[in-house]
């Protein structure tokens, strides 16, 4: 059993390390197959293969749901700009129906500095279509594992920063087949908490109206700052809908909420920053390179205390005093046995910068 394990890891790595697409490839993976359907030893050296199968372009008939631990060379491929989620070729597709590297036609990433800029570009009002939230999940849950990303930025292209629901297709919803509006309903929710659990900070830089489902991405991001043409409104009650009263009650007041709940009422960015709700209100021009800034700093930090942090902040939410504080403690207790925080102390103590690596 043990040979065989070896051979499908050494079968892998050398997928891995050659990248290769021709009939040796083909050949190793239909090997492993059959090893996998034979119930060999093999397919216990861990499940992560698949992934990267798919993203090479090997579909069903390798699905063998082994994969080996990454080495150091799958794991420099899967950090790369060209190897990350946006970019990764269709996983399950039928042979005949597979493509190169897809285009981000509604979702643009760029990776610079430790930070990544996330821009909607749903044209004209970044709507939010099943495909866009697919989409914009994707590239949200594969950032969230991608060594070297510690900071996001969302944003988006061109006068919107996200009108909310696709109205055009969330009217054929219900008149689709069984289980359509559930499952719409789950994308629509999940996105949000997306968004919330990642493990880096999300900065909102919201360029113009966020409305609904789009009010709702800024609202579960971490920091809000936005363009004094940003408006945030819940047009819900005027459009046959409901949805957004929780999320909102997480950030605004009691008050402001049912304002624009049940009116309509779509708030200016500039009240929003006099009542303290976001934390910048600039010029167009001057929005990008706030929320960079802002995020740079953060991307400068102990990747692992702010992993540690986001938890801490998500968690308190909704406990008690004493738990919530006895929960910051237990995570204190962690953080002091990481080599971030003895790199921590020691460049305070020796004045220098701390200098942390992006494994956790």
Not at 86 to 113: G, S, Y
Request: charge should be neutral.
């Amino acid at each position: 059993m043990w040979a065989d394990a070896e051979f499908a890891a050494a079968s892998v790595s050398h997928a891995v390390e050659m990248q290769a697409e021709g009939e040796s490839l083909e050949r190793d993976l239909a090997v492993l197959a059959a090893k996998a359907r034979a119930g060999d030893a093999a397919v216990t050296i861990t499940r992560r293969a698949l992934h990267l199968y798919g993203a090479m372009g090997f579909t069903d008939d390798c699905d063998i749901g082994l994969y080996m631990n990454a080495p150091s060379r799958s794991t420099q491929l899967l950090a790369s700009p060209k190897r990350c989620a946006f970019n990764l070729w269709r996983v399950n597709a039928p042979r005949h129906e597979r493509k190169p590297p897809m285009e981000n036609n509604l979702i643009k990433v760029k990776i610079e500095d430790h930070v990544a800029l996330i821009t909607m570009a749903a044209a004209p009002v970044n709507a939010q279509s099943r495909a866009f939230v697919e989409e914009l999940t994707a590239v949200f849950d594969e950032l969230n594992e991608t060594p070297g990303v510690r900071a996001i930025v969302l944003t988006g292209e061109g006068k919107c920063f996200s009108a909310g629901a696709d109205i055009k297709s969330r009217g054929k919803i219900a008149d689709g087949a069984p289980g359509d509006t559930y499952r719409h309903l789950r994308r629509t929710r999940e996105i949000g908490f997306v968004i919330m659990e990642m493990n880096i900070p999300v900065i909102a830089a919201v360029n113009g109206p966020a409305l609904g489902a789009g009010m709702g991405l800024a609202i579960c991001s971490d920091i809000i700052v936005c363009s004094t043409k940003a408006v945030f409104g819940l047009p819900e009650i005027d459009i046959g809908l409901m949805g957004g009263v929780r999320h909102t009650m997480r950030v605004f007041p009691i008050g402001l909420t049912r304002r624009m709940v049940l009116t309509g009422w779509r708030c200016p960015a500039e009240e929003l920053w006099r009542r303290g709700l976001i934390e910048a209100c600039v010029e167009p021009e001057e929005l990008l390179p706030t929320a960079m800034e802002m995020a740079r700093t953060m991307a400068s930090k102990s990747p692992k205390a702010i992993q540690l942090a986001k938890r801490a902040l998500n968690t308190v939410e909704t406990m008690g005093l004493k738990d919530g504080y006895r929960f910051e403690q237990n995570l204190t207790v962690e953080m002091t046995r990481h080599p971030h925080s003895k790199e921590a102390m020691a460049a305070f103590l020796e004045k220098r910068p701390a200098v942390f690596k992006d494994e956790l």
